[in-house]
């Protein structure tokens, strides 16, 4: 006599599931904001296009920022009206992102869909620093004046109904004062209370700016962004954007899915730098690439879309497109 197997049940199935982790690349921003070379419109097109057939599940598309400050990206509303032709985010396509520093920025992201007809702008983020001389440099503000500034977005956001990101720059280190202490990356997502009050942000995300976390120095980092999270804006999202100077972003992104970190940016081919976080003689880092973070999330028992193969293509491409000088 055979015995009858019982019906799976659904919970216990789904706890067998691997757990998904999301990745945005941010290579057509971050990796391309601080190259000398003017990378032409329809090139940062097409990597954008090379993500999107690598299954990510958003793909950081520029920054609408003064063409005074980041001159590499000034044709940011050209190269998302060129990737309108493209549906809406989902099943076809990753969540198409974008920088915003003020409201100028965001009215610019705006323009963008209304010309389109279409969204292709689905979501921004604003950009502060829990160092006060990193904020200075990049953006010419102290903290506070940057969250004032991201107000009026904020307003915007839930106008159009578009997600808000807030970056804070500088989570483990600073270039120009050295050492952060967590605290300080609470106290910022303190006063960004105010930006969510005013209209929405759905996510916290946490940059090491100078690549310098460490498994020791990111795990306070991040156990500090969620208490003051669950006090101050219950239920935001934290990412973490690493970048890779000393080899330790790979153990920082096993420390951090221990943590339950599931939101990570990366790079394709692991391009990336902020020109702000330069110092004489010392270029800004690349981020983590983003097939080391589908690795790790594998190695780990998670689970991403992301086709290895068309990766590698995209990272392939991204590389010829700076003259291979990031990290292979
Ligand atoms: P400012 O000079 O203080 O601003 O710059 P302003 O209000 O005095 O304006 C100066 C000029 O810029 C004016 O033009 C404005 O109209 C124009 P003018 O009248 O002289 O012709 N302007 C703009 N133009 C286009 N788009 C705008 C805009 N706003 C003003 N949105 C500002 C302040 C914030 C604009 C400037 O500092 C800036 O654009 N900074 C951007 C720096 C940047 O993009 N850095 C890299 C990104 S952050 C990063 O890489 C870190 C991250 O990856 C995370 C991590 O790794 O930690 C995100
Ligand atoms: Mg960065």
Redesign the pocket.
């Known amino acids: 006599m055979t015995t009858r197997s019982p019906k799976p049940d659904p919970a216990s199935m789904s706890r067998l599931m691997p757990e998904q982790i999301r990745i945005t690349d941010?290579s057509p921003?971050?990796g391309l904001?601080?190259e000398d070379r003017r990378v032409p419109t329809s090139e940062k097109v097409a990597l954008v296009r090379a993500l999107c057939a690598a299954g990510v599940d958003e793909v950081e598309v520029s920054?609408?920022?003064?063409?005074?400050?980041?001159p590499q990206?000034g044709d940011a509303a050209e190269v998302f009206s060129q990737l309108a032709g493209h549906a809406a985010p989902g099943r076809d396509r990753p969540v198409f992102s974008a920088?915003?520093?003020?409201?100028?920025?965001?009215?610019?992201a705006i323009e963008v869909n209304r010309r389109a007809g279409i969204r292709v702008v689905d979501k921004v983020?604003v950009?502060t620093?829990a160092s006060e001389t990193?904020a200075r440099r990049?953006?010419?503000?102290t903290i506070a004046e940057?969250i004032e500034?991201f107000i009026p977005v904020s307003e915007a956001a839930a106008r159009e109904g578009m997600p808000l990101r807030a970056?804070?720059?500088?989570?483990v280190a600073c270039p120009f004062e050295g050492a952060i202490d967590p605290g300080q990356v609470a106290k910022v997502i303190g006063l960004l209370a105010a930006v969510k009050n005013a209209g929405r942000l759905d996510e916290i995300?946490?940059?090491?700016?100078?690549g310098a976390a460490t498994p020791d120095t990111i795990v306070p980092v991040i156990r500090a962004a969620r208490r003051a999270i669950d006090q101050f804006m219950p239920g935001v999202e934290i990412t973490l954007?690493?970048?890779d100077t000393n080899g330790q972003a790979g153990a920082s992104v096993a420390a951090a899915l221990r943590e339950g970190i599931r939101s990570f940016?990366g790079s394709a081919g692991g391009l990336?730098?902020?020109?702000?976080?330069s110092t004489p003689g010392h270029r800004?880092p690349g981020?983590i690439a983003t097939r080391a973070i589908v690795d790790i999330a594998r190695v780990a028992g998670f689970e991403t879309p992301v086709d290895d193969r068309l990766l590698d293509e995209a990272s392939r491409f991204a590389r010829a497109l700076v003259g291979f000088h990031a990290a292979e």
């Open positions: 941010v921003r971050d904001q601080n920054s609408f920022v003064s063409a005074a400050w980041i990206l920088l915003v520093p003020n409201r100028r920025g965001m009215d610019a983020s950009f620093a990193f990049n953006t010419n503000a940057t500034r970056y804070i720059s500088c989570v995300d946490l940059g090491d700016t100078v954007h690493l970048h940016d990336g730098g902020c020109p702000y976080a800004a981020n």
